[in-house]
């Protein structure tokens, strides 16, 4: 898996292993939503136990990387993984509190 991905101004950072950590950097959109996905997509989740996802960096999102963020979730339900969110600014943080998607994600 390539460790960083990016697009303009956005960024995907993953490390990998039995506890993998996501990083998220710039804006979440339409347009760099398909980034994010495919670095998803690269998890094997059964050699997975724990994905820290990190959106402190992310500057906007939109509801295409909101889609996103809620595939991981399922994902990870699906496979048993532990999930956790650090989250972004409150404008990030605004879009989930709107969509009452924070109320069940893992924030910590």
Do not use: K, W
């Amino acid at each position: 898996m390539n460790p960083a991905a990016a697009i303009d101004d956005f960024a995907v950072h993953t490390t990998t292993g039995s506890h993998v950590h996501i990083a998220l950097r710039g804006e979440l959109d339409l347009a760099t939503a398909p980034i994010f996905e495919t670095a998803l997509d690269e998890l094997d989740f059964s050699s997975i136990r724990s994905v820290a996802l990190d959106l402190a960096p992310l500057a906007f999102i939109d509801v295409s990387g909101m889609r996103a963020i809620l595939r991981l979730h399922e994902s990870c339900l699906a496979h048993s993984v532990a999930l956790s969110i650090r989250p972004g600014p409150r404008a990030v943080q605004r879009v989930f509190d709107l969509t009452y998607t924070r109320s069940f994600l893992p924030f910590v």
